[in-house]
């Protein structure tokens, strides 16, 4: 019989790979500027979703507000779909906070990156980024909407974490582990663990509740996919920023045939049969599996081949496993991390 995706938890659409800014963190230097969606496409992408109730569409980039229908495709989401968790992520430098203003508070809320102090921040972004940011998220707070921190933390900010954290106006805070990736000149960074950056991780994992343990699993395939800027589609944001399991390319086909084909294939099998994460029994003799809810599938799958292993991540984190590998490598793999450091 026919598999059919019947609903969706989210869709994250990364609708333009242009910037207009060179973070030395960003793993995504090398596709600068090379890529975009057509508008007709992300309609169609996101007609697609609508019609499987999504209920969460994350809208990111490179710079999302840099796609020259960014505005248009928002405009389309609230007149065309029910949904009222529409996320932004933005550097928000070329947000339009005039036009921003006329859209639905309870209805879409902005993720804006910031790295701590100004002072790191402009390391990362620029001279003078922190003060503009911070403006616009004043401004964005004072018109009423929600924003939100993502703040990528390495050996070089993890210090100036608590001024994101003590920051009052952010709705919540997400915190991605920092691959020293060597893009856009942060080779200077020395890739090493010091045991200090190892206890604000543990300290981000025992804090952070939504990693705790639960049986439900996260928005991965069937309950959601990521488009990125070229098309492929994944079955996760994770699994598209490895490149791994692209499930197909939406540039020359319907999404529909595309996650039909993909559906209704053995390559999909596994993703199906993942139910809860008691289903990873390598972790159920571990004594932190409530704390790290057994990390990530898709980490899994990438360094263990296997989606229902452990994660070594958060094993380095939690236990004296993979002591010798540094965090950003268990991150990003060391294929990745030397691919960038290279050029
Ligand atoms: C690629 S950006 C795209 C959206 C937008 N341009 C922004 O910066 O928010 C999405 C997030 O990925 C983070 N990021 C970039 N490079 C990273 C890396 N090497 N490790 C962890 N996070 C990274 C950024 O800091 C940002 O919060
Ligand atoms: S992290 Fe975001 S703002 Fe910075 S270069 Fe990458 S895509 Fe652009
Ligand atoms: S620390 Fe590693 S082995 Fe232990 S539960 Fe977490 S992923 Fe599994």
């Known amino acids: 019989m026919e598999k059919r995706i019947m609903s969706l938890e989210m869709v994250e659409i990364c609708v333009t790979s242009r910037c207009n800014l060179e973070c030395s963190h960003c793993y995504q230097h090398h596709d600068k500027n090379h890529h975009e969606l057509a508008y007709e496409k992300l309609i ?23 796609h020259e229908r960014a505005y248009d495709l928002l405009d389309y989401i609230f007149e065309n779909t029910t949904c009222d968790d529409i996320k932004v992520v933005t550097n928000l430098s070329m947000a339009d906070t005039d036009r921003i203003s006329a859209y639905p508070r309870e209805r879409i809320e902005f993720l804006v990156s910031v790295y701590g102090s100004p002072e790191a921040h402009d390391k990362r972004r620029g001279q003078g980024h922190y003060e503009k940011v911070a403006g616009k998220i004043n401004e964005l707070s004072q018109l009423g909407f929600r924003v939100s921190a993502i703040c990528a933390l390495d050996e070089e900010n993890f210090t100036s974490l608590n001024e994101v954290l003590e920051n009052p106006i952010f709705n919540e805070i997400t915190i991605l582990p920092v691959a020293p990736v060597g893009a ?46 070229n098309g492929d589609i994944f079955p996760c944001n994770l699994a598209r920023d490895y490149g791994l399991g692209c499930i197909g390319n939406v540039s020359h086909k319907h999404i529909d045939d595309v996650i039909s084909a993909f559906t209704n294939s053995d390559e999909s099998n596994m993703y199906f049969e993942y139910k809860a994460n008691s289903q990873v029994d390598e972790c159920n003799n571990c004594p932190e599996n409530k704390v790290c ?10 360094f263990n081949n296997k989606l229902l292993s452990s994660d070594p991540f958060v094993c380095k984190i939690f236990t004296t496993q993979h002591e010798d590998i540094p965090f950003g490598t268990l991150y990003w793999g060391e294929a990745i991390v030397n691919e960038l450091a290279a050029h």
């Open 44 to 66: 169609e992408i996101v007609s697609f979703a609508s019609s499987r109730n999504c209920q969460e569409y994350v809208l990111s980039g490179g710079e999302f507000f840099l």
């Open 184 to 229: 856009a000149g942060m080779k200077d960074i020395p890739i090493k663990d010091s045991s200090e950056y190892a206890d604000v991780l543990k300290c981000v994992y025992h804090n952070c509740h939504v990693y705790h343990d639960s049986e439900a699993r996260c928005s991965l395939f069937p309950n959601g996919f990521s488009v990125k800027y």
């Open 293 to 302: 809810n057994r990390g990530c599938r898709i980490r899994a799958l990438k």
